[in-house]
Structures are given as structure tokens and as C-alpha cells.
T-cell receptor, first 117, second 107 residues
Framework: DGGITQSPKYLFRKEGQNVTLSCEQN?????MYWYRQDPGQGLRLIYY???????QKGDIAEGYSVSREKKESFPLTVTSAQKNPTAFYLC????????????????FGDGTRLSIL | KNEVEQSPQNLTAQEGEFITINCSYS?????LHWLQQHPGGGIVSLFM?????KKHGRLIATINIQEKHSSLHITASHPRDSAVYIC?????????WGAGTKLIIKP
């Protein structure tokens, strides 16, 4: 079955450490997204990518970095510059993210919960 | 003021009750999504609407573009419907998310 796989499910970060969250999809989707979810708030977009080797900042990109070397993979690195990284991180994909295609559903992974040690 | 507002924030009901969750938005949209987030955190897309009404099993979603309002209804609710229901609108080439409605259905 096609879907999105996020790993790990739980992750702990030490002070000054970078950590990388994995997101892999086998849906053959062009567009991929990273969201952050905090209690009582709506999802906030960190980064998105419409195509391989291209990605754009979302609303809260500071302290995060991404890469899109393969269509299937969109890893997110939470750097030491992100001072409040404790949150639930969700990866999603859709067929495309281009003009006029807002009527496409996004498919989500099960998320990674990141905490500070 | 948030661009997407959901009400209520929390809802507890008895099994079998008819459930209504509301979503109001203040921006122009080309589509509205309803999603369900399970206690474990995974999110599933339920509906995508640009007009009218859609039905899937016991779930019904409606949208009134003129009033900038959408509702998600659950008929014959069941404890397995307990989840957070999220409304998101596609506006200006981005998704804007509501904070979600936490629904608990008691047996």
C-alpha cells in the first residue's frame, strides 16, 4: 500500500544538537510538506517542496533545514538554532502544489514527537 | 483574529448523538478540507469541498461559500469517532489550518 513513512516516532534532542527527521513517500507525489503542531494551535508550515532539488520556506522556517535530493524523500533537520523544538512534526505530500491545485488532498505520515532532554 | 476558526474547541457527547462541528473563515478560498487526527497523531483527509455537500458513510460535510462557513456532521456517533477534527482552507496558494475540535464520544 502507498503511503508516507515518518521516523522515528519519538526523538529526543540534547542542547546544541542537530537532529534529522525522516519522511519517505511511495505515492509518486511531486509535492511534500513539513508541518509543526503545538498544543491548541493549527498546523504551521515549516518548508515545502514542489519538485526534486527545490524547496521553499514556509511560515516558520527559522531553525530548520530540508533537502529534496530524491522525489521520495524530504528529510527535516532541526538545528540547534531552533530554541523551542519540542513539538509534534508532521510530513505530508500531495500530487502537486502548483497554481490552481489547492483542491488536492494531502496525505500525512503518523508524525514524529520531538522532545528536549 | 485567526483566519480559520473552529467551534466548539471541545465536544463531548453520548454514543448515538448527532454531532456538528463548525468552521468559519475570513479569506477567499478555492477549497476547504476536513481532516481527522487520531489520538496517536496520524492525520487522515476526510473531505475536500469547494461547494455544496459531500457524504461518506456517517459523515457529511457542507459548505456555504457566501457565508464563509462549513460544517462537518456525524450521524449515529460512535466511540471510535473520538478524534480531533481539523478544518483547513486553501487560500492564496497555501493551506491555512484551524486549531481543531476535540471530539469525545462516550459509550
Amino acid at each position: 500500500d502507498g503511503g508516507i513513512t515518518q521516523s522515528p516516532k519519538y526523538l529526543f534532542r540534547k542542547e546544541g544538537q542537530n537532529v534529522t527527521l525522516s519522511c519517505e513517500q511511495n505515492l509518486n507525489h511531486d509535492a511534500m510538506y513539513w508541518y509543526r503542531q503545538d498544543p491548541g494551535q493549527g498546523l504551521r508550515l515549516i518548508y515545502y517542496s514542489q519538485i526534486v532539488n527545490d524547496f521553499q520556506k514556509g511560515d516558520i522556517a527559522e531553525g530548520y533545514s530540508v533537502s529534496r535530493e530524491k522525489k521520495e524523500s524530504f528529510p527535516l533537520t532541526v538545528t540547534s538554532a531552533q530554541k523551542n523544538p519540542t513539538a509534534f512534526y508532521l510530513c505530508a505530500s500531495s500530487i502537486a502544489r502548483i497554481q490552481g491545485h489547492g483542491n488536492q488532498p494531502q496525505h500525512f505520515g503518523d508524525g514524529t514527537r520531538l522532545s528536549i532532554l | 483574529k485567526n483566519e480559520v476558526e473552529q467551534s466548539p474547541q471541545n465536544l463531548t457527547a453520548q454514543e448515538g448523538e448527532f454531532i456538528t462541528i463548525n468552521c468559519s473563515y475570513s479569506v477567499g478560498i478555492s477549497a476547504l478540507h476536513w481532516l481527522q487526527q487520531h489520538p496517536g497523531g496520524g492525520i487522515v483527509s476526510l473531505f475536500m469541498l469547494s461547494s455544496g455537500k459531500k457524504k461518506h458513510g456517517r459523515l457529511i460535510a457542507t459548505i456555504n461559500i457566501q457565508e464563509k462557513h462549513s460544517s462537518l456532521h456525524i450521524t449515529a456517533s460512535h466511540p471510535r469517532d473520538s478524534a480531533v477534527y481539523i478544518c483547513a482552507v486553501w487560500s492564496n496558494y497555501q493551506l491555512i489550518w484551524g486549531a481543531g475540535t476535540k471530539l469525545i464520544i462516550k459509550p
